[in-house]
């Protein structure tokens, strides 16, 4: 039988199953209740919370999910370091789904404490609330021993936008982990005017294929979010990537880059992407080089129009072409 006695008003036979003595009756009990949640089922999730059996602790930590109110934060807290793994899994994944902002300072101060796995998911509890806070508790996370940890952290100063964090997340992406630096590249996407030096420069770095990450995808990332950021002053490492990279698929995310920020100093290194054996990175190309608007490409993408093996790329060639033939 559960260890809590039951001190509110319910109804007589949802009150005898959550008492009875079997935990599979409790269970779901516990269930029937989150099916038509009213200002008693959170008292019965935070009850159950605290049941003898694992199962019903279970139902009640995935009961618990994006309730914002503190005591279910604090049951939810209390339930990661559960004797149970299937139940600590389960709370974690509620924290995940926390959408109140009342629950941000309490997961905050929470983190300095936990343990393991229940540090990677109080941060992803934070990420969405964007906690203040949590600023300088996520900083300190990026050096925990858990890659899931730090790369969680990212996720929660990513979303703080604060200088002070990009300058932090820059400096994981020479992370050991491969998926840590690969979310560092995709997370300085969100640095402002202020930090885009910082950004520039990691981002750089991760994107030389000689001297800087390894990790095909790692580059990929950072070409990709050079191209979100807008900035000119990338242009050189990612005309170097397009011309360099042995994977097509960071070739395309330079050319892509290399289009959205109308690098005119690329038009060499498009054109010759052109011929690439890649219908993908062709494509790209091309769109680039509409972009850039520069009228030495328009013979290029003429004969693209007609003589590309690709339907897809010639269309995209025509779309352009015919574009500039009806410019003033």
Known sequence: MADVELDFD?????????????????????????????????????????????????????????????????????????????????????????????????????????????????????????????????????????????????????????????????GRIADPSPEVRRAAAGALGFAQADALPVARQALLFALRERGGDKDWETREAAAATLGKLLDPGSAEGLIAALLLDEYWQVRLKAAHALGQIKARAAVPALLQALDHAMSNLRKEAANALGLIGDPSALPALQKLATDDPDIDVRKTARRIVNAWRVKP
Do not use: C, H, K, M
């Open 10 to 170: 319910l109804p007589f036979q949802l009150r005898a199953r959550l008492t009875d003595d079997d935990p599979a009756v409790r269970r779901i009990a516990v269930r029937e209740t989150s099916d038509e949640f009213d200002s008693a089922g959170l008292a019965v999730y935070l009850r159950a919370s605290r049941d003898l059996a694992a199962e019903v602790r279970l139902e009640a930590a995935r009961a618990l999910e994006g309730i914002g109110a503190l005591p279910a934060v604090e049951s939810l807290l209390a339930l990661l370091g559960d004797a149970n793994a299937d139940v600590r899994q389960a709370a974690a994944l509620s924290l995940a789904e926390l959408r109140d902002g009342e629950a941000g300072p309490p997961l905050a101060a929470a983190l300095a404490s936990a343990e393991g796995a229940s540090r990677a998911a109080i941060l992803r509890g934070l990420r969405e609330l964007r906690e203040p806070t949590a600023l300088a508790a996520a900083i300190a996370a990026l050096d925990d021993p858990l890659p899931l940890a730090r790369r969680e952290a990212i996720g929660v100063l990513a979303y703080l936008r604060d200088a002070r964090a990009i300058a932090a997340i820059a």
